[in-house]
């Protein structure tokens, strides 16, 4: 009954009043959508630039997303409560947050999509950074396929000021790819994943955010293309 509620109250919130806010504050160019995969759990992994990101990507999106969420986000007044009503997950990050990766594997299992940002936090004028070891692992010991998604120029969004501005933002959705399983679970295998992750996003970006992955591209055969 829970998830049912989360479900009709994310769709009645972002098919109105969220959908306006963003239509109104930015004018967006999106690319790949057609690819994304209508059913089934899949990880959507972006880079992160403004808070405004989750909201866009949430409007942009044929489906629901459930999106983990650094823990301080849950704790602000009013907004908090939102958060909880869209059915987010709250992560406690740079440390092993074990409730929350038990909350997103059941989302997964559900054959929901998880959207996460892979860096953990914003990279507002350094470019792509190293990424927590969490959206790799997950996928990992998952197998679930992993979407890489692109945005940049919401780092030039701010409110109130950008009412009825409509900041050009694009969006890029790259193609599903599953990471390749390793004979054991090593710190090592999941800082691959988190790379290759890492990879996917970049070369959808151009190239003054890649950040340390600039003039990096992932290898044809570090993954298997395709969410099978």
């Not at 880079?47 to 044929?62: S, W, Y």
């Not at 890492?198 to 190239?207: D, G, K, N």
Request: glycine content about 8%.
């Amino acid at each position: 009954m829970r998830n049912l509620f989360h479900a009709v109250f994310y769709w009645v919130n972002i098919r109105s009043w969220a959908w306006l806010t963003v239509w109104l504050v930015t004018r967006r160019d999106i690319k790949g959508r057609e690819g994304i995969p209508r059913k089934g759990a899949l990880i959507l992994a972006s880079n992160h630039l403004n808070l405004a990101d989750p909201p866009i990507l949430t409007v942009v999106m044929p489906r629901r997303v459930v999106w983990m969420g650094k823990q301080e986000l849950f704790d602000i007044p009013v907004f908090g409560i939102l958060y909880h009503l869209f059915g987010c997950i709250p992560v406690r990050r740079f440390q092993a947050d074990l409730r929350a990766l038990r909350r997103s594997q059941d989302t997964l299992q559900r054959g929901l999509l998880l959207g996460m940002f892979p860096e953990g936090t914003r990279s507002v004028g350094q470019g792509l950074g190293r990424a927590e070891p969490g959206t790799a692992l997950l996928a990992i010991r998952t197998d679930t396929p992993v979407m890489p998604v692109a945005i940049w120029g919401t780092e030039d969004v701010r409110l109130p000021r950008d009412f009825f501005r409509r900041t050009p933002v694009h969006v890029v959705f790259g193609e599903p790819f599953r990471l390749p399983k390793p004979q054991r679970l090593t710190k090592e295998a999941v800082e691959e994943g988190a790379d290759l992750i890492m990879r996917r996003i970049a070369e959808l970006l151009p190239e003054r955010y890649r950040g340390v992955y600039a003039g990096r591209q992932p290898q044809a055969l570090e993954a298997k293309e395709g969410a099978r």
